[in-house]
C-alpha cells in the first residue's frame, strides 16, 4: 500500500492583525500595531498550499476559527447585543478584546499532535488538539479545532479524536510545533520524538528564566500515553532553555525533522548526544542529523530567517526539498548557508522559497502554516475530500477571500461590528465550500 505524508494548511481567517499578543515570540512583539494585510495574508497561505499540491504532494486545508470570539467575551461578563459586547470590551479591556480578536488558528502545527497509524497500538490515525494554555488568544482555540478536525478527518475506522489536555499550565501543550516523527518510510513505524520546554513536577529541573516554556514534558507524556505508543517507539528530549530565552518559543524555530532526517541547531537541544543516541537506538535505521553550527547561523539569524522552520519535504521522485520562506533568501548567512546544504550529500537537495510574510511577521512560517499527517492510501481516502488542495478548490478559495477579507486591519478596526458579519458570512460559506458542517458555535 502508498503512504504520504500530507500537510493540512491553515487558512488565514478574516481578523489576521498583529496585536503583540505572544510574550517570548519576537515577531509578535516587534510587529505589534503595525498594519495588517488578512487578503494579502490568505492569499499567501493558499499560494504556499497551491505550490505544494502542484509538487505532487497531498495537501489539504484547514477551516479558521470564528473571530472576534463573542463567547469568550460574554463568558467573561461583557453583555448586550453583539455590537455592545465588543464596544464594551474596546472601551473597558481592549488588550481583553485583542486576545479575542486573533486569527492565530491560522498556525496549525499548533492545532494538535498527530500520531499515525504505523505507531499506534490500534492501528489508527490518533489526533489530541493542543490546549494551549499559555496564551490567553490560543487558549480558546482547543473546542473549535476539535471541531474542524473531526470535520475534516470524519471517519471513525481511521481516525480517532481526544479532547484536548486539562487546561492547566502542567499540561501546556502546543502540539505538533514541539514533535516530530521520524522513520525510515511514512507507512512503517517510527520513532516519535516530543520536544519539552519544562518539567512541571520537577522544580529543580532547569528551565528558561525570561520567556515561557510553552510546552511541558508531562503533557508530551500524557499525548503520547493517549495516542498508544509504545514507550520503545517515543523519546522525550528537553529543548535548551538558553534558547527559549533568546526566541525560540517552539521547537519548529530551532529544528525540523523529516522521515530519517534531523536539520537542527547545535544549541537546540540539552543532552543531544545521549538523546540522539536513543533516537538511533528506537529508529533501528540509518539517521542523518544535519546539524548547523553557531558559527555558520546565529540562534539570532536562525530566529529572524525562520531557517528551521521550514518544511522538509519528500517529493514524489524520492528526493527531499526545503520549503522555506523568503525571509531565508534576504539573510546573507542563512542564505549562504542553505545554498551549500544542498551540495552536502544529505538527502536534502532542494530549497524553494515562497513570500509568507504576512504570517513571518506575526512568528509564523511555513512549518508553523501546516499540520502533517502521515497515511496510508485508504485513509487518504477516508479524509473529507472538499478539503483537499486541488486547482478548483485554489480557484474557489482565492474568490472567497476575494470577495470576504479585507485588505487593510489595524488593532483598533477589531473593535468595528461590522468585522463580525463578515467574518461569520465568510465562514458559513466556507463551511459550504468544505463541507464540514456546523463547525462554529454561530452555526449551533
Ligand atoms: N507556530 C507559530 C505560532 C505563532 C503565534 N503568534 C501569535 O499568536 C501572534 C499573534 C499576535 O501577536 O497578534 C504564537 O506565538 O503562538
Redesign the pocket.
Known sequence: MKHFEANFDGLVGPTH??????FG?VA?LSN?ALTSNPKAAAKQGLQKAKALADLGMVQGVLAPQERPDLYTLRRIGFSGSDAEVLQKAAQQAPALLNACC?A?SM?T??AATVSPSADTRDGKVHFTPANLVD?L??SIEPITTGNILQATFNNDRHFKHHQHLPEHTSFGDEGA?NHTRLCSEYGHAGVELFVYGQEATNPSAVKPTKYPARQTLEASQAVARLHQLEDESCVFMQQNPDVIDQGV??N?VISVGNQNVLFYHEQAFLNTDTKFDEIRRKMNADMHFVKVATSQVSIDDAVRSYLFNTQIITLPSGEMAIIAPTNCQENPAVFAYLNELVTLGTPIKQVRYYDVKQSMQ???GPA?LRLRVAMNEQEVAAVNQNTIMNDALFTRLNTWVDKHYRDQLTVSDLADPQLIIESRTALDELTQILKLGSVYQFQR
Open positions: 492583525n498583529y496585536a503583540g499578543l505572544s515570540n509578535s505589534a486573533s492565530s498556525w502545527a499548533n496564551k488568544h490560543r510545533a518559543f517552539h519548529d506575526n512568528g509564523g508553523c
